[in-house]
């Protein structure tokens, strides 16, 4: 038995032992500077408020871990690393704050007592059990990390949390955790209803919607637009195309009110407020120039006339929704021939 105290320490010592099993209460972006994927067959994981949604969600890929390699289990607190001749058991989560050398006193003690690890195999193997009964699907594996994505993004709303990861390019985006619409925006606003709105957001009542929101967009009541969504907004020219060199940027919906518009066209309101009220999570990917240029070119190819507007009859969310994944897929695409046309 060796007790470790240096972060230094217990990165080697988890390279040498080389985990196949971990239950672990927290795991974060970047968990495979200090495990390798290749080596670890499985992880009991807490898929709650300290781990990261998406790092879950990328161990629970084909070409890692695979869903059904990867159990959930709220209550988690454990930390057990455990290899073919030792085990790791301490204070460390699988993340950077956890395995880092940020200023965090961890500890953790190396065993390599056979009786000592075959007690700790039998322990995974009981919150395995417990974690099948709660979880036993990946649909409901994918419907928690949603949930947990939504509290993650809301304490990073009132700075509890950092957005913490870097954001990645459209070719690596990968996610299916993120509620992504691509909706165009004209010159024309209506006014605010302001009675609706005050009595949906008190905040508002003491500074106006014009103070309070940094951004608006306007959609049908069937719209299906919810707090938390992104919407990827570009803007059009009066006939409907991309306009261009206009604007590609993220929306981030804090705010949805009915009728928050005075017009019978597009009365719901979509919200993002200003900063200085509310901080908006990491947006799903990168907006760089050439990844707008692309938004616009692919818009334009009218390969996608769902996401567009052509004529003077309402456009509706629900047909420009279900052609989003085969927009981004295209944008990767065409930014892959991009890449190798260099």
């Known amino acids: 038995m060796k007790v470790l105290t240096r972060a230094k320490e217990i990165r080697n010592a988890l390279h040498e032992l080389q985990p196949s099993r971990i239950a672990v209460a927290y795991v974060g972006s970047g968990w495979e500077q200090y495990v390798s994927a290749e080596r670890l067959k499985e992880i009991v994981v807490s898929p709650t408020l300290g781990s990261n949604p998406y790092a879950i969600e990328e161990m629970m890929r084909k070409d890692k871990l695979g869903h059904e390699n990867v159990y959930f289990l709220d209550n988690l607190h454990s930390k057990i690393y455990l ?62 990390l949603r949930e947990l994505k939504e509290q993650c993004d809301k304490a ?12 990645p390019s459209v070719q690596q985006y990968e996610s299916k955790l993120d509620r992504i619409h691509i909706v165009w925006c004209g010159s024309h606003v209506d006014e605010y209803s302001q009675a609706h709105i005050r009595s949906a957001v008190p905040a508002i009542r003491e500074v106006g919607p014009d103070d309070y929101f940094s951004y608006t967009l306007q959609f049908l009541e069937e719209d299906d637009v919810r707090p938390h969504d992104w919407i990827l907004c570009w803007r059009c020219n009066d006939d409907g195309s991309p306009r261009k060199g206009g604007d590609v940027s993220w929306f981030y919906v ?48 009218c390969g996608f006339p769902e996401l567009l507007s052509f004529d003077d009859s309402l456009w509706r969310l629900g047909p420009a929704d279900a052609v989003t994944h085969a927009f981004i897929d295209a944008l990767k695409n065409a930014n892959r021939a991009e890449r190798n046309a260099r």
Request: aromatic share 8%.
């Open 83 to 144: 290899g073919a001749r030792a085990a790791l058991v301490g204070s460390c989560n699988l993340s950077n704050n956890g395995m880092g050398d940020g200023g965090l006193f961890e500890m953790a003690t190396l065993l390599t007592d056979q009786e000592i690890r075959t007690q700790l195999a039998m322990q995974i193997e009981r919150y395995k059990a417990a974690a099948r009964t709660l979880y036993p699907t990946r649909q409901k594996k994918l419907a928690r």
């Open 156 to 167: 990073q709303w009132f700075g509890f949390v950092s957005a913490g990861s870097k954001i």
């Open 254 to 301: 804090h705010h949805v009110v009915s009728n928050g518009f005075d017009t019978d066209d597009y009365p719901k309101l979509a919200g993002q407020a200003s900063p200085k009220f509310l901080k908006c999570p990491a947006p799903p990917f990168t907006l760089d120039p050439s990844t707008k240029a692309l938004i616009r070119s692919t818009l334009g190819s």
